[in-house]
C-alpha cells in the first residue's frame, strides 16, 4: 500500500472514530414506543460532544435546537404533543417512531408491584386473554421494564440500552400485573393511552429506593451500606458464599440416599415400607424437635384411564418450601429453587399411560420448616389451559390431595446465607431510579412494606425521605404517590405477624396523611392469607386508576 493510499485511509478511519464519538445519544427510556405524558411540555436529553449543536424536530410539528454543554450534556424542551395522533421526532440523526401521548406512571416497590401477569393467571386468565377490547386497547399500553441491576457509586445517567418500550399486545404475560390493571382501567376511564415505568425488585426495602443524600439522616442506613463500599470485599464476600452453596449442595447430593442409591423417582421402587403422611400435615418435616434441613422423599400413585393415557397435561403442586424436583413415572418434569412461584409443570404427551402412575417429589430444605402450602391446587390437569380455580375437581383433573408415602433423604445442616446487594442502601435509586427520574409521570404508584415490617416504626421517615428525593430529583415538587396498601396475609391463628402488618398498615396511613400528595390505596381485603403475593391485581388496580382519575379531575 502506498504511502497516500495510508494517509487517506488513516483520515478516514480518523473521520469514521470522530463521527461515531460525536453522536447525538438519547437514554435507552427516550425511545421509539415511547408514551409521552399530556398536557406536559415535551422534554428531551442527552449526550453529544461538548458544544454540538443538536437539532429536534416533530414531524408536522415544531422544531428546536441547543448545544451540548461542556460536559457533553443537553436538554431541549418543546411545547407539549397533541393527543389523540401518534408522533415521529427527529434527533440528529435518530428518528423515534410511535410516540403516543396519555398518562404516564412511574411505578416501583418490591415483589407485589414486580409480579408479571404470567403469576396471576390462576384467577385473570379468561378476563386478560378474552378482554373485549383487547386489540384496540393493549397496543396502548405500554410498558418500559427497567432492568434489575445495582450501583454502589455515583448514580447512573442511563440504564441497559436493550431496555425498550413494549406494548401489552407485544409483551403483556411480563407486565406488571398491578401496572397493567392500573393502565387497564385508567384507560377506560379515559380513552388515552398509558405509559408505565416499571422499576420494580422482589424483597427489596424501602431504603434501597432512596438516594446517598436523601439517607443522610439515617446513619444505619449509610454505615450498613459502606461495609461493602470496597468491590474488592464484595467479590471477596461473593467468592465465599458461592463456595459454601457449592459445598452444602454437593455434600447434600452425594449423602442423599434417593439419589446415589435406590433412585427413589423410579417408579418400580417399592414404597410400602415408608411412612404414610397427609401432604398437608405437620407429623413429618422435623428432626422431632426442630425443622429438618435437607432432602425429603414423597412419592403417590394415581390411575389414568385409557382416554386419558398418552395425553399431556399440566401437573400443579401449589406451592412449596422451600424447593423441590418434580418426577413423573421416573422422568423429571419440572423443578423450582425457592418457595413463592407456584409449581406448574408440563407432562409430556406419552408420558402418562393406563391404570397406575407414580408422582415423586424431592423436597430440599435449606431454612425454617419444611411444608406444602395448603389450599393451593395439587392435581393434574388434562386439557388446553393449567389455569383452574383451587375448589372441586373436575371431570379433567385428578386430585393429588390426601395420603403420600414419605421418607428422609438427606439429613443436612441449615443451608448457608446469601447476601443479596440490591438489599442495601441507595443502590437501586442509582441504577433503577436516577437513569429515569427526570422522564415526566402523571405520579407514582408504590407497592412495598413487606421488607420492613419487622422495623415499621423506621417506614414513615424513610418513605418522607423517598418521596422528597424522587420529586426533587424529576423536577416535580408535587408529584402525587400512590401508596398501595400491605394486603392481608398470615393465617388467623398467627397474632403475633398479624399484629406486626397492622403495625405497618397503620405506618402507611398515617404518613400518607402527612406527606403532601399521598394517597392510600386500601388492598387489606384483597390478601391471601396463604400467599404473600395475592392474585386479585384487578380490583386493586382499579383501585389505584380510581384514585388517580380523581385526581385528574380535581
Known amino acids: 500500500m502506498n504511502t497516500n493510499k495510508i494517509l487517506t485511509l488513516s483520515i478516514s478511519l480518523l473521520l469514521g472514530a470522530t463521527s461515531a464519538v ?25 449526550t453529544a460532544d461538548p458544544g454540538e449543536k443538536v437539532k429536534v424536530k416533530i414531524k408536522g410539528g415544531k422544531s428546536a435546537d441547543t448545544v451540548a454543554d461542556t460536559d457533553g450534556s443537553w436538554t431541549i424542551t418543546l411545547p407539549p404533543l397533541k393527543t389523540g395522533k401518534t408522533h415521529s421526532v427527529t ?8 410516540i403516543l401521548v396519555g398518562d404516564v406512571l412511574l411505578c416501583s416497590g418490591q415483589s407485589n408491584m414486580e409480579l408479571p401477569i404470567a403469576r396471576v393467571m390462576d384467577l385473570l386468565e379468561d378476563d386478560y386473554r378474552n378482554y373485549p377490547s383487547q386489540a384496540s386497547v393493549y397496543p396502548v399500553i405500554r410498558q418500559f421494564k427497567v432492568p434489575k441491576e445495582v450501583e454502589f457509586g455515583p448514580a447512573r445517567t442511563d440504564v441497559d440500552p436493550s431496555a425498550s418500550w413494549k406494548s401489552a399486545s407485544q409483551d403483556g404475560d411480563n407486565f406488571s400485573a398491578l401496572a397493567f390493571y392500573t393502565a387497564r382501567a385508567l384507560h377506560e376511564k379515559t380513552g388515552l393511552p398509558v405509559g408505565l415505568v416499571n422499576a420494580s425488585w422482589g424483597g427489596t426495602p424501602v431504603e434501597s429506593w432512596v438516594s446517598d443524600s436523601h ?9 450498613k451500606k459502606s461495609i461493602y463500599s470496597d468491590p474488592a470485599y464484595r467479590e471477596a464476600v461473593k467468592t465465599l458464599e458461592n463456595r459454601n452453596y457449592e ?21 418400580s421402587l417399592s414404597d410400602s415400607d415408608w411412612e404414610e403422611i397427609d401432604l398437608f400435615s405437620t407429623s413429618w418435616g422435623t428432626d422431632g424437635m426442630k425443622p429438618a434441613n435437607g432432602t425429603h422423599w414423597l412419592r403417590k400413585s394415581f390411575r389414568i384411564s385409557a382416554d386419558k393415557a398418552g395425553q399431556p397435561a399440566t401437573l400443579r403442586l401449589g406451592c412449596i418450601v422451600d424447593a423441590d424436583s418434580v418426577w413423573v413415572n421416573g422422568r423429571q418434569v419440572g423443578f423450582t429453587s425457592y418457595q413463592y412461584p407456584p409449581r406448574i409443570y408440563h407432562i409430556p404427551a406419552g408420558l402418562l399411560r393406563e391404570g397406575e402412575n407414580n408422582v415423586t417429589i424431592q423436597l430440599i ?8 402450602v395448603p389450599e393451593k391446587p395439587y392435581k393434574i390437569i388434562f386439557g388446553s389451559s393449567p389455569h383452574t380455580r383451587y375448589g372441586l375437581t373436575e371431570p379433567d383433573e385428578i386430585s393429588l390431595e390426601g395420603k403420600w408415602r414419605y421418607h428422609r433423604g438427606a439429613e443436612m445442616p441449615e443451608g448457608p446465607g446469601m447476601m443479596f446487594w440490591c438489599y442495601l442502601p441507595s ?14 409521570v402523571r405520579g407514582a404508584v408504590w407497592y412495598q412494606g413487606e421488607s420492613n415490617v419487622d422495623r415499621s416504626n423506621l417506614y414513615a421517615p424513610l418513605f418522607t425521605a423517598l418521596t422528597s428525593c424522587w420529586r426533587e430529583a424529576s423536577g416535580n415538587s408535587e408529584m402525587p404517590f400512590y401508596v398501595v396498601e400491605l394486603a392481608g396475609f398470615l393465617h388467623p391463628s398467627d397474632k403475633a405477624g398479624q399484629a406486626a402488618w397492622q403495625k405497618m398498615r397503620d405506618v402507611q396511613r398515617d404518613m400518607c396523611h402527612t406527606i403532601p400528595a399521598a ?5 387489606a381485603d384483597l390478601g391471601e392469607w396463604n400467599d ?5 391485581k384487578k380490583t386493586l388496580g382499579s383501585r389505584v386508576a380510581e384514585s388517580i382519575y380523581n385526581d385528574l379531575n380535581q
Open 532 to 536: 404473600i403475593h395475592p392474585l386479585d
Open 91 to 98: 434527533v440528529g440523526d435518530i428518528t423515534l417512531e410511535d
Open 22 to 46: 460525536a453522536a447525538v445519544k438519547l437514554p435507552a427510556i427516550i425511545s421509539s414506543g415511547m408514551v409521552v405524558q399530556r398536557d406536559h411540555p415535551f422534554t428531551l436529553w442527552g
Open 215 to 223: 439517607l443522610a439522616s439515617f446513619p444505619l442506613c449509610i454505615n
Open 519 to 523: 394517597t392510600l390505596i386500601p388492598n
Open 247 to 267: 459445598e452444602w449442595n454437593r455434600v447434600l447430593r452425594e449423602s442423599d440416599p434417593g439419589l446415589r442409591q435406590e433412585k427413589y423417582y423410579s417408579p
Open 365 to 372: 430444605s435449606q431454612h425454617g420448616k419444611p411444608h406444602f
Open 427 to 440: 443502590v437501586l435509586y442509582n441504577s433503577m431510579i436516577a437513569p429515569v427520574i427526570k422522564y415526566p
